[in-house]
C-alpha cells in the first residue's frame, strides 16, 4: 500500500515592509510635529526654569535652540526629500518601461506587418524579399539576407549608405527550423534580446514560407489535375489521370472513382491499389453511398474503409456534384489510420469540381460522337439506297434482259451489257470517293500542312484529276480553327468529286493576320441559290453547313459558280 507523502513548499521570502506614500509622511508631519513641538518646547522651558542659575538658563537656552531644533528639522526634512526621491526614481523606472513598452509594441506591430505581407506575397520570391525587409525594419539590423534550400534567397538594407555588409559590422546567424538561414548584421553586437527576437523571427518567416511553398503546391497540383483532363475524351484514362495527381497530394495508396449511371445507380468505373487496377462496373460500396448522400467529404476508419479497399485502414471521399445533381464519387486509401486527418479538403474538394466538369465533359462528347456515328450511318443508309442501291438494282435488272435477249437479239445484249458494265464501274467509282472520304485523317499528328497535302495528292490519284497545293505566309491556328478549315477543304474537294465534273482543281493556302482558304475547279458549275444545302457523302456537311461552322469561329465563306464556269470556295479564318 502506497502512502501519500507531501513534500514541503519552499519557504517564501520575508514580505518587504510596506512603503509609506510621500503624501501620507507630509500629512503625518503636518498633524504630528506642530504639537510635538509645542509638547517639547513646554517641557524644557519648565526643566529650564527650575535651573537657580541665570547663566544656566542661558547655556540650556542656548543649547536647545541650537542644536535640537535644527537637527529635528533637519531630520524632518530629509524624510520628506527621501521620499520624494523615491517618486523620482519610480518616474524614471515608468519611463524606461514606457520605452521599453513602446519599443515592444512597435516590434509587434512591425513582426504583424510582416505576417500580412508574407501572406500577400505571390511567389517564394517575393516571399523572400519581404522577410528580408521584414527582418530589417523589426530588428533595426543594417543588413539582411535570408536563403532557402534550393539556390532561393532575399536581401534587403536598412538606414545606412552601405550597399552590403562590411568587416566593421556585427553579423548574426539565425537557423531556420525547416532549413535555410536569417543573416542579419549590425552596427553594434546585438544582444541577448535580438538574439531571441532574431529567434522567433525566424520562426514567423518559416510558417509564411511554407505557407507559400504550401500555395505554390497547391496551385501546381490544380494545373496538373487542369492539364490531365483538358479535351480527354476516354473516361478510364480521364480519370486515372485524375486520381493519381489527386492520390499523389494526399499520399494515398488507393484510389477510385464511381459514377452515377443513367439509372442513377453508383457504379466502379475506374480503381486502383498495390494489386493493380480493378474490374470496373461492380456496385459502389456503403461508405461510396455515404458520401454520395453527403455534400462534404467523408473520411472513416475501420471495417467501412476495408469494405473500400482490402487491407486499407483509413478512406476519404469526396462527392462530385453540379448543379444538375450527382456525378460521382471519388474514394482514396490509405493503409494507416488516420492518414487523412490533416489533409486539405477544401483543395480536395475543389479539384473534385474539376473532375466533375471533365467527367460532364467526356460524357457529352461521347453521346455526341454516338450520335454522330447514328447520323453518319443514316446518311450512308440513305446514300446507298439512293445512289449505289438503285444503280446496282438497275444494273441487274439490264443484266436479266440481256439473257433473255442473248440468243434473240445478240447486238442489242452486247450493248446492255456494256452499259451495265459502264453503269457498275461508275458506281465502283462512287464507292471509292465515299471510302476515300470517309477515311480517318491524323489531323493531330501531321498538322493542317501535311495533312492537307497528302489529302489533296491522294485525292487528285483517287479521283483522276490534276490537283496541286500552294502555301504562302505563316499560319498558326488552334487545333480546332485547323480541323475547321480541314473539314472544308474535305467538302469542297468531296463536291469536286461528286458534282463538277472537273478536270482540274487547285488549292491555295494563305497565311497572315487571316488565313485563307481557297479552292478552285474547272468543272461544270451550278448555280448557288439552287443548291445552297447540298450534302456531300464526307460527312453530311453541305454548304450551309459549313458557312455556319466557319462563321461562329468568326470566319467568313463564300462560294463564287455559274452554270458551265467551275466553281471557286474561299474560306476566311482569323488567325490568333
Given at each position: 500500500?502506497?502512502?501519500?507523502?507531501?513534500?514541503?513548499?519552499?519557504?517564501?521570502?520575508?514580505?518587504?515592509?510596506?512603503?509609506v506614500?510621500l503624501?501620507?509622511?507630509?500629512?503625518?508631519?503636518?498633524?504630528?510635529?506642530?504639537?510635538?513641538?509645542?509638547?517639547?518646547?513646554?517641557?524644557?522651558?519648565?526643566?529650564?526654569?527650575?535651573?537657580?542659575?541665570?547663566?544656566?538658563?542661558?547655556?540650556?537656552?542656548?543649547?536647545?535652540?541650537?542644536?535640537?531644533?535644527?537637527?529635528?528639522?533637519?531630520?524632518?526634512?530629509?524624510?520628506?526629500?527621501?521620499g520624494?526621491?523615491?517618486?523620482?526614481?519610480?518616474?524614471?523606472?515608468?519611463?524606461?518601461?514606457?520605452?521599453?513598452?513602446?519599443?515592444?509594441?512597435?516590434?509587434?506591430?512591425?513582426?504583424?506587418?510582416?505576417?500580412?505581407?508574407?501572406?500577400?506575397?505571390?511567389?517564394?520570391?517575393?516571399?523572400?524579399?519581404?522577410?528580408?525587409?521584414?527582418?530589417?525594419?523589426?530588428?533595426?539590423?543594417?543588413?539582411?539576407?535570408?536563403?532557402?534550400?534550393?539556390?532561393?534567397?532575399?536581401?534587403?538594407?536598412?538606414d545606412?549608405?552601405?550597399?552590403?555588409?562590411?568587416?566593421?559590422?556585427?553579423?548574426?546567424?539565425?537557423?531556420?527550423?525547416?532549413?535555410?538561414?536569417?543573416?542579419?548584421?549590425?552596427?553594434?553586437?546585438?544582444?541577448?534580446?535580438?538574439?531571441?527576437?532574431?529567434?522567433?523571427?525566424?520562426?514567423?518567416?518559416?510558417?509564411?514560407?511554407?505557407?507559400?511553398?504550401?500555395?505554390?503546391?497547391?496551385?501546381?497540383?490544380?494545373?496538373?489535375?487542369?492539364?490531365?483532363?483538358?479535351?480527354?475524351?476516354?473516361?478510364?484514362?480521364?480519370?486515372?489521370?485524375?486520381?493519381r495527381?489527386?492520390?499523389?497530394?494526399?499520399?494515398?495508396?488507393?484510389?477510385?472513382?464511381?459514377?452515377?449511371?443513367?439509372?442513377?445507380?453508383?457504379?466502379?468505373?475506374?480503381?486502383?491499389d498495390?494489386?493493380?487496377?480493378?474490374?470496373?462496373?461492380?456496385?459502389?460500396?456503403?461508405?461510396?453511398?455515404?458520401?454520395?448522400?453527403?455534400?462534404?467529404?467523408?473520411?472513416?476508419?475501420?471495417?467501412?474503409?476495408?469494405?473500400?479497399?482490402?487491407?486499407?485502414?483509413?478512406?476519404?471521399g469526396?462527392?462530385?456534384?453540379?448543379?444538375?445533381?450527382?456525378?460521382?464519387?471519388?474514394?482514396?486509401?490509405?493503409?494507416?489510420?488516420g492518414?487523412?486527418?490533416?489533409?486539405?479538403?477544401?483543395?480536395?474538394?475543389?479539384?473534385?469540381?474539376?473532375?466533375?466538369?471533365?467527367?460532364?465533359?467526356?460524357?457529352?462528347?461521347?453521346?455526341?460522337?454516338?450520335?454522330?456515328?447514328?447520323?453518319?450511318?443514316?446518311?450512308?443508309?440513305?446514300?446507298?439506297?439512293?445512289?449505289?442501291?438503285?444503280?446496282?438494282?438497275?444494273?441487274?435488272?439490264?443484266?436479266?434482259?440481256?439473257?433473255?435477249?442473248?440468243?434473240?437479239?445478240?447486238?442489242r445484249?452486247?450493248?446492255e451489257?456494256?452499259?451495265?458494265?459502264?453503269?457498275?464501274?461508275?458506281?465502283?467509282?462512287?464507292?471509292?470517293?465515299?471510302?476515300?472520304?470517309?477515311?480517318?485523317?491524323?489531323?493531330?499528328?501531321?498538322?493542317?500542312?501535311?495533312?492537307?497535302?497528302?489529302?489533296?495528292?491522294?485525292?487528285?490519284?483517287?479521283?483522276?484529276?490534276?490537283?496541286?497545293l500552294?502555301?504562302?505566309?505563316?499560319?498558326?491556328?488552334?487545333?480546332?480553327?485547323?480541323?475547321?478549315?480541314?473539314?472544308?477543304?474535305?467538302?469542297?474537294?468531296?463536291?469536286?468529286?461528286?458534282h463538277?465534273?472537273?478536270?482540274?482543281?487547285?488549292?491555295?493556302?494563305?497565311?497572315?493576320?487571316?488565313?485563307?482558304?481557297?479552292?478552285?475547279?474547272?468543272?461544270?458549275?451550278?448555280?448557288?441559290?439552287?443548291?445552297?444545302?447540298?450534302?456531300?457523302?464526307?460527312?453530311?456537311?453541305?454548304?450551309?453547313?459549313?458557312?455556319?461552322?466557319?462563321?461562329?469561329?468568326?470566319?467568313?465563306?463564300?462560294?463564287?459558280?455559274?452554270?458551265?464556269?467551275g466553281?471557286?470556295?474561299?474560306?476566311?479564318?482569323?488567325?490568333?
Amino acid at each position: 500500500m502506497q502512502v501519500p507523502v507531501s513534500l514541503p513548499s519552499s519557504p517564501r521570502p520575508p514580505a518587504a515592509p510596506p512603503r509609506v506614500r510621500l503624501s501620507d509622511r507630509v500629512r503625518l508631519v503636518r498633524n504630528v510635529l506642530p504639537p510635538l513641538i509645542i509638547l517639547v518646547v513646554g517641557l524644557v522651558e519648565f526643566l529650564i526654569s527650575r535651573l537657580n542659575s541665570v547663566q544656566g538658563e542661558q547655556w540650556a537656552h542656548l543649547l536647545f535652540y541650537g542644536l535640537v531644533g535644527p537637527a529635528v528639522t533637519y531630520y524632518s526634512v530629509e524624510w520628506i526629500a527621501e521620499g520624494t526621491r523615491a517618486r523620482e526614481r519610480a518616474e524614471r523606472e515608468l519611463r524606461d518601461l514606457y520605452g521599453q513598452l513602446s519599443i515592444s509594441h512597435a516590434r509587434l506591430q512591425a513582426v504583424q506587418e510582416l505576417m500580412r505581407d508574407l501572406g500577400g506575397a505571390p511567389d517564394m520570391g517575393a516571399v523572400l524579399e519581404v522577410a528580408a525587409r521584414g527582418a530589417v525594419r523589426v530588428t533595426g539590423a543594417t543588413h539582411a539576407t535570408l536563403s532557402v534550400p534550393g539556390g532561393l534567397s532575399g536581401s534587403a538594407r536598412g538606414d545606412t549608405l552601405l550597399s552590403a555588409p562590411s568587416a566593421a559590422l556585427h553579423p548574426l546567424a539565425v537557423r531556420l527550423p525547416g532549413g535555410g538561414e536569417l543573416l542579419l548584421h549590425f552596427e553594434t553586437p546585438p544582444s541577448p534580446d535580438t538574439h531571441a527576437l532574431a529567434q522567433a523571427l525566424a520562426s514567423e518567416v518559416t510558417t509564411g514560407i511554407e505557407a507559400a511553398r504550401q500555395r505554390t503546391l497547391d496551385l501546381m497540383t490544380l494545373y496538373s489535375v487542369d492539364q490531365s483532363i483538358r479535351a480527354e475524351r476516354n473516361m478510364r484514362r480521364l480519370l486515372s489521370r485524375v486520381t493519381r495527381t489527386m492520390a499523389e497530394r494526399v499520399g494515398a495508396d488507393a484510389r477510385a472513382a464511381y459514377l452515377s449511371d443513367q439509372d442513377g445507380v453508383l457504379r466502379l468505373e475506374y480503381a486502383q491499389d498495390r494489386r493493380g487496377e480493378a474490374q470496373g462496373g461492380m456496385p459502389a460500396p456503403p461508405f461510396a453511398a455515404e458520401v454520395a448522400a453527403s455534400t462534404l467529404p467523408l473520411i472513416t476508419d475501420g471495417l467501412p474503409a476495408s469494405e473500400v479497399f482490402p487491407d486499407v485502414r483509413s478512406v476519404l471521399g469526396l462527392s462530385m456534384r453540379d448543379e444538375e445533381g450527382l456525378v460521382g464519387v471519388l474514394v482514396f486509401g490509405h493503409h494507416d489510420a488516420g492518414a487523412f486527418d490533416d489533409a486539405r479538403l477544401p483543395l480536395l474538394a475543389l479539384m473534385a469540381g474539376q473532375a466533375t466538369l471533365a467527367v460532364r465533359n467526356a460524357r457529352a462528347y461521347l453521346y455526341s460522337e454516338e450520335l454522330a456515328i447514328g447520323d453518319e450511318r443514316a446518311r450512308i443508309a440513305r446514300e446507298i439506297h439512293d445512289g449505289v442501291a438503285q444503280s446496282l438494282a438497275f444494273a441487274a435488272l439490264k443484266l436479266d434482259v440481256v439473257a433473255r435477249q442473248l440468243h434473240s437479239d445478240p447486238v442489242r445484249a452486247e450493248s446492255e451489257v456494256k452499259d451495265a458494265s459502264a453503269l457498275l464501274r461508275e458506281q465502283i467509282r462512287e464507292v471509292r470517293r465515299s471510302i476515300f472520304a470517309l477515311r480517318p485523317i491524323d489531323l493531330e499528328r501531321y498538322g493542317l500542312l501535311e495533312t492537307a497535302r497528302r489529302y489533296v495528292l491522294d485525292f487528285g490519284e483517287q479521283n483522276g484529276v490534276r490537283a496541286n497545293l500552294d502555301v504562302s505566309g505563316e499560319i498558326h491556328l488552334s487545333p480546332g480553327d485547323e480541323a475547321v478549315i480541314f473539314r472544308i477543304l474535305q467538302e469542297s474537294l468531296n463536291n469536286v468529286a461528286k458534282h463538277a465534273r472537273a478536270r482540274e482543281v487547285s488549292v491555295t493556302l494563305h497565311g497572315g493576320m487571316i488565313v485563307t482558304l481557297r479552292v478552285q475547279d474547272d468543272g461544270v458549275g451550278f448555280d448557288p441559290e439552287h443548291v445552297s444545302g447540298r450534302v456531300s457523302s464526307a460527312g453530311g456537311l453541305g454548304l450551309m453547313q459549313m458557312r455556319e461552322r466557319i462563321q461562329a469561329r468568326g470566319g467568313q465563306y463564300r462560294i463564287l459558280s455559274a452554270p458551265g464556269h467551275g466553281t471557286v470556295i474561299e474560306a476566311e479564318m482569323p488567325q490568333a
